[in-house]
């Protein structure tokens, strides 16, 4: 799956930053624009968007999101409301911020709430910060859903699938500037592969695999 190197979404920042330090450079010279070159470097690498190697299988389900593990609990489905587990992962501004579908399916709902905008690395952020959730439905019939999270920093969720789409995992679906957060929720007899306080990479990394059925997962 190929994606951009640099996200759709950074091509304007980056723009105005280059034209900015240009600028400066013209008229103050190498060492009045160094600082506005370094800005340049900082918004080029928050806006990249590196291909990722998707595992292969039908049961896997890769990170939505490249960060930290913050979270791994029992909780209840943001849609259906059933028991499952929760597995946060937080992104600093270091991370790469395009957030991916982690498992292939149809998007059966959508659901954006409205919120406040506490560090998303802290528990409350599942259930009190704006967020935006989709709710993926594979093709046995098993429920998915990752939850986009603003931070104190993000303000800014996109999300770019529609109800009855169909998405392959490791697809790119949305953006979240700035350091924020991806809560994914998975049935509570899923495999957790995902280890606490581990970072993991957006669309190759697998941090779970659904038990429903038989699967053989070579590279966990």
């Not at 991370?95 to 690395?121: E, L």
């Not at 599942?126 to 986009?148: A, D, F, K, L």
Request: charged fraction near 20%; glycine fraction near 8%; aromatic fraction near 10%.
């Amino acid at each position: 799956m190929s994606t951009p190197i640099i996200a759709r979404e950074g091509w304007s920042r980056i723009s105005g930053f280059l034209i900015l330090a240009l600028v400066v450079q013209w008229f103050g010279g190498w060492w009045l624009a160094a600082p506005f070159w370094m800005l340049v470097l900082l918004v080029v690498q928050f806006f990249r968007d590196p291909p990722r190697n998707v595992p292969k299988g039908d049961h896997l389900i890769v990170s939505p999101a490249h960060g930290k593990i913050v979270s791994i609990q029992p909780d209840k489905d943001p849609f259906s409301g059933d028991a499952c587990v929760r597995i946060s992962v937080f992104m600093n501004i270091f991370s790469v911020h395009s957030n991916r579908i982690p498992i292939a399916g149809k998007i059966t709902d959508i659901k954006h709430t409205r919120g406040r905008f506490f560090n998303a690395s802290l528990a409350k952020a599942s259930s009190e910060n704006e967020r935006c959730g989709i709710q993926i439905t594979t093709p046995e019939g098993i429920q998915v859903s990752s939850v986009q999270i603003a931070g104190w920093v993000a303000r800014r969720i996109l999300t770019y699938v529609k109800p009855g789409e169909t998405v392959v995992a490791g697809q790119r679906y949305g953006f979240i500037r700035f350091g924020s957060r991806v809560d994914i929720y998975v049935p509570e007899d899923a495999k957790i592969v995902a280890k606490l306080g581990k970072w993991v990479l957006s669309g190759s990394d697998i941090i779970a695999q659904l038990t429903s059925r038989e699967a053989s997962v070579d590279s966990v």
